[in-house]
């Protein structure tokens, strides 16, 4: 079975910080390209983040969150991380990683329509 399971997340106080992390069994997550995304009620599931897969590092992020986040991974545990730095109430979420198995071009990235196996979320709140 191919599955990806997020931890890290839990209450965090405005400012403080967060480790995410996106473990994947059943596959070498260093064969796809995984994004990260979040979803607040009511809202649609946002993009967050891009790591690209094997010999392309490229990564990508979005402007809301770009200069708080860093995504990165560890093959050898078969793990992608997003550090969470100056955390907002407005960056409470559920927060998700997922795999584009298919190798997407760019256009694709940020939407959730772009991934293809994902994990089932990690809570993040951010409050005082």
């Known amino acids: 079975q191919v599955q990806l399971v997020e931890s890290g997340g839990g209450l965090v106080q405005p400012g403080g910080s967060l480790r995410l992390s996106c473990v994947a069994s059943g596959f070498i997550l260093d064969f796809y390209d995984i994004g990260w995304f979040r979803q607040a009620p009511g809202k649609e599931r946002e993009g967050l983040s891009r790591?690209?897969?094997?010999?392309?590092?490229?990564?990508y992020y979005a402007d809301s969150v770009k200069g708080r986040i860093t995504i990165s991974k560890d093959n050898a545990k078969n793990t992608v991380f997003l550090q969470m730095d100056s955390l907002k109430p407005e960056d409470t979420a559920v927060y998700f990683c997922a795999a584009d198995v298919r190798g997407r071009i760019s256009s694709w990235y940020f939407k959730p329509s772009g991934y293809d196996v994902w994990g089932q979320g990690t809570q993040v709140t951010v409050s005082s």
């Open positions: 790591i690209g897969r094997m010999s392309r590092t490229l990564k």
